[in-house]
């Protein structure tokens, strides 16, 4: 079983719709929860953090973390074509390093 | 713009042959982590080293090695280069204070390496 595991998609939204992306992971000791966007060609950008069970919104983008069912999800607002991306989601298992999923490719069409 | 650069953007190298990539942390980071991220694939971590010293690794072979320097600039070096070497490999930079080092987070724009 992969440490963190996302849908590689593609997921496929009109404009303006929620898009809703998922990640579950295996180590229930992970304290800190990750995503980041990354264009074709370009490194990752991190986009939201989240440390404690719940959601956590900012602007357009909500985090929200279920750490019972060891779950992730990234919430898009009115989705516009430039969120169209690979999203990454990564997870800090207290190894002094962050272990990502393979990521999910967005499409969103005008 | 996170303040990590990396150098060069691209590389090509031939099987069998040695690199060396080049990162500069932001200003007052003093540890710094490598990644490889393979096509299609996330990120994996390479090594981190804080204060000039490894302090974790991930699964990768010897010949991948690093150095950090004072100035906390840090290079990645991998030998006897092999095909499914190519990949992007990300430079990452962030504060720690002792045992307490959080993950990081701030990649640079990552150099494009392909081995023929």
């Known amino acids: 079983q992969k440490e963190v595991e996302q849908n590689s998609g593609p997921l496929s939204v009109p404009e303006g719709a929620i898009a809703s992306l998922n990640c579950t992971y295996s180590?229930?000791?992970?304290?800190?929860f990750f995503w980041y966007r990354q264009y074709s060609g370009k490194s990752p950008e991190l986009i939201m953090s989240?440390?404690?069970?719940g959601d956590k919104e900012d602007g357009r983008f909500t985090a929200q973390l279920n750490k019972a069912s060891q779950y992730v999800s990234l919430l898009i607002r009115d989705s516009q074509p430039s969120d169209s991306a690979t999203y990454l989601c990564?997870?800090?298992?207290?190894?002094?390093?962050?272990?990502f999923g393979s990521g999910t490719r967005l499409q969103v069409q005008p | 713009e996170t303040g990590v650069t990396q150098s060069p953007t691209h590389l090509i190298k031939t099987r069998g042959q040695q690199v060396t990539l080049r990162c500069s942390s932001q200003?007052?980071?003093?540890?710094v982590s490598w990644y490889q991220q393979a096509l299609g694939q996330g990120p994996q971590f390479i090594f981190q080293?804080?204060?000039?010293?490894?302090?974790g690794r991930g699964n990768f072979p010897p010949r991948f090695s690093g150095l950090q320097f004072p100035n906390y600039s840090s290079e990645l070096n991998v030998n006897a280069l092999e095909l499914d070497d190519s990949a992007l490999y990300l430079c990452?930079?962030?504060?720690?204070?002792?045992?307490?080092?959080?993950?990081?987070?701030?990649f640079g724009q990552g150099t494009r390496l392909t081995v023929v």
């Open positions: 080293y804080y204060r000039e010293e490894e302090n």
């Open positions: 180590d229930r000791g992970s304290q800190s």
């Open positions: 200003s007052g980071h003093n540890t």
């Open positions: 989240i440390y404690s069970n």
């Open positions: 990452a930079s962030s504060t720690g204070q002792g045992a307490n080092l959080g993950p990081v987070a701030f």
């Open positions: 990564a997870v800090d298992t207290g190894r002094r390093a962050l272990t």
